[in-house]
């Protein structure tokens, strides 16, 4: 399918049937927790590793951490900022290391630390915030526009510093292009974190078991494992978020690493909240095409076959159950299908269900900037594909629900 055939009409998706979340091969379905924790949740999260988001990597086998600078009356005294270097290594001498950016309110202490926000960003460090002393990071990926003085301080709005630690939440970033280049092709895998855990002289090979995706997640993990030793933060109370190809990050950072108690994709369409089915905007044919790194080779076999798939992105957003998911949309942005978003979200209620928690019980899409706040959440914000402080106003919400009880 071409650009010029994407739809945008509802009249236009194709019948399809969504494959069951809770089936068991015998024409059972899981009845308990115990079930879905044993058998059904390991058979999803096993599709996804060999047939999408590729191998999760093992952690390495050396792992620092370089306070590289620390101002304590940043965010006009409201906060601490750390810049910090993540190291990672091999015993052989392989090194890789990329650096987070954290901001933590003033009233933490060691007796009483704040939950914390995580999510990559686009543009490097530098962008997110409105200091200008900001080291500038992004250079994983040599035509990072972004490298420039002007640069600074042009996503402020997507990170909203100010309001999250006036909130009582500490908030970290780190530049995605410096875990992985985001090259659309498969030189990316030899600039890439993955160089110091497998050897990348065959990319084929390296294809057939890992993702740029799977390499971006991965490293959210080893940001909170930073996270862990910062004492004014609470890591256990971590929320993971991501816009667009880094909502499809957040979620399968959720999937695979259970430490993250809140999951949260915006806009993430494609490969992340949306019904591959529904082949409505973007599809698994564009996206596997013009991004190729983002999946295994496996999942070429999908390209305008999405019959063929025994899975959904229900199943991707059920493995975050029983943790608490949102899923946020926008109304201009059709490419990433919103509909389809909030019907995955609908049916990976199922899981959340066997756990006595609560999933979206209604039928109907919400308003335009309503809110649907519970076990698993969703907000269909007025505007085009971003994330605004009117996501965040929600996301702060489901902070105070789940972090602050």
Same mark, same amino acid.
């Given at each position: 399918?071409?650009?010029?055939?994407?739809?945008?009409?509802?009249?236009?998706?194709?019948?399809?049937?969504?494959?069951?979340?809770?089936?068991?091969?015998?024409?059972?379905?899981?009845?308990?927790?115990?079930?879905?924790?044993?058998?059904?949740?390991?058979?999803?999260?096993?599709?996804?590793?060999?047939?999408?988001?590729?191998?999760?990597?093992?952690?390495?086998?050396?792992?620092?951490?370089?306070?590289?600078?620390?101002?304590?009356?940043?965010?006009?005294?409201?906060?601490?900022?750390?810049?910090?270097?993540?190291?990672?290594?091999?015993?052989?001498?392989?090194?890789?290391?990329?650096?987070?950016?954290?901001?933590?309110?003033?009233?933490?202490?060691?007796?009483?630390?704040?939950?914390?926000?995580?999510?990559?960003?686009?543009?490097?460090?530098?962008?997110?915030?409105?200091?200008?002393?900001?080291?500038?990071?992004?250079?994983?990926?040599?035509?990072?526009?972004?490298?420039?003085?002007?640069?600074?301080?042009?996503?402020?709005?997507?990170?909203?510093?100010?309001?999250?630690?006036?909130?009582?939440?500490?908030?970290?970033?780190?530049?995605?292009?410096?875990?992985?280049?985001?090259?659309?092709? =498969? +030189?990316?895998?030899?600039?890439?974190? /993955?160089?110091?855990?497998?050897? #990348? &002289? %065959? @990319?084929?090979?390296?294809? $057939?078991?890992?993702?740029?995706?799977?390499?971006?997640?991965?490293?959210?993990?080893?940001?909170?494992?930073?996270?862990?030793?910062?004492?004014?933060?609470?890591?256990?109370?971590?929320?993971?978020?991501?816009?667009?190809?880094?909502?499809?990050?957040?979620?399968?950072?959720?999937?695979?690493?259970?430490?993250?108690?809140?999951?949260?994709?915006?806009?993430?369409?494609?490969?992340?909240?949306?019904?591959?089915?529904?082949?409505?905007?973007?599809?698994?044919?564009?996206?596997?095409?013009?991004?190729?790194?983002?999946?295994?080779?496996?999942?070429?076999?999908?390209?305008?076959?999405?019959?063929?798939?025994?899975?959904?992105?229900?199943?991707? =957003? +059920?493995?975050?159950?029983?943790?608490? /998911?949102?899923?946020?949309?926008? #109304? &201009? %942005? @059709?490419?990433?299908?919103? $509909?389809?978003?909030?019907?995955?979200?609908?049916?990976?209620?199922?899981?959340?269900?066997?756990?006595?928690?609560?999933?979206?019980?209604?039928?109907?899409?919400?308003?335009?900037?309503?809110?649907?706040?519970?076990?698993?959440?969703?907000?269909?914000?007025?505007?085009?594909?971003?994330?605004?402080?009117?996501?965040?106003?929600?996301?702060?919400?489901?902070?105070?629900?789940?972090?602050?009880?």
């Amino acid at each position: 399918m071409s650009k010029k055939e994407v739809i945008y009409d509802e009249a236009l998706v194709p019948s399809y049937q969504l494959p069951s979340l809770l089936g068991k091969g015998d024409g059972s379905s899981v009845a308990s927790t115990g079930e879905w924790l044993s058998t059904r949740r390991p058979e999803i999260l096993a599709i996804y590793r060999e047939r999408v988001f590729g191998k999760w990597p093992h952690r390495p086998q050396i792992q620092w951490y370089e306070t590289l600078s620390v101002r304590e009356d940043a965010l006009d005294g409201e906060a601490i900022r750390k810049e910090i270097r993540i190291h990672l290594g091999s015993a052989e001498g392989k090194t890789h290391s990329f650096d987070m950016l954290l901001y933590i309110p003033k009233t933490a202490t060691p007796e009483h630390p704040v939950p914390v926000f995580i999510g990559l960003n686009f543009r490097g460090n530098h962008a997110t915030t409105d200091e200008r002393d900001v080291a500038m990071t992004g250079f994983g990926y040599e035509k990072n526009q972004y490298l420039n003085d002007e640069a600074r301080g042009n996503s402020v709005p997507r990170w909203c510093f100010r309001e999250t630690i006036r909130r009582g939440y500490a908030s970290a970033t780190i530049c995605y292009h410096d875990i992985c280049p985001d090259y659309n092709d =498969l +030189s990316c895998f030899r600039h890439s974190v /993955l160089s110091i855990l497998e050897s #990348t &002289e %065959d @990319l084929s090979l390296v294809h $057939r078991n890992y993702t740029a995706i799977g390499l971006w997640a991965w490293g959210l993990s080893r940001g909170l494992d930073c996270l862990e030793s910062e004492v004014l933060v609470d890591s256990s109370r971590c929320a993971v978020h991501g816009l667009s190809r880094l909502g499809k990050t957040s979620l399968w950072a959720g999937a695979n690493d259970e430490r993250f108690k809140l999951v949260i994709s915006t806009d993430s369409g494609c490969g992340g909240a949306a019904l591959f089915k529904r082949c409505f905007g973007e599809t698994a044919e564009i996206i596997s095409t013009a991004f190729p790194h983002w999946f295994v080779e496996a999942f070429a076999q999908y390209r305008g076959r999405e019959d063929l798939m025994d899975f959904d992105q229900h199943f991707l =957003l +059920s493995l975050i159950a029983p943790r608490a /998911l949102c899923v946020a949309s926008a #109304t &201009e %942005d @059709l490419w990433a299908d919103p $509909r389809g978003e909030f019907l995955a979200a609908k049916h990976a209620g199922d899981a959340y269900r066997l756990f006595g928690l609560s999933g979206i019980e209604r039928d109907d899409m919400p308003a335009a900037d309503e809110w649907l706040t519970g076990d698993v959440s969703y907000h269909l914000r007025t505007g085009k594909h971003d994330q605004t402080p009117e996501d965040w106003a929600h996301y702060w919400v489901l902070g105070d629900r789940i972090f602050q009880k």
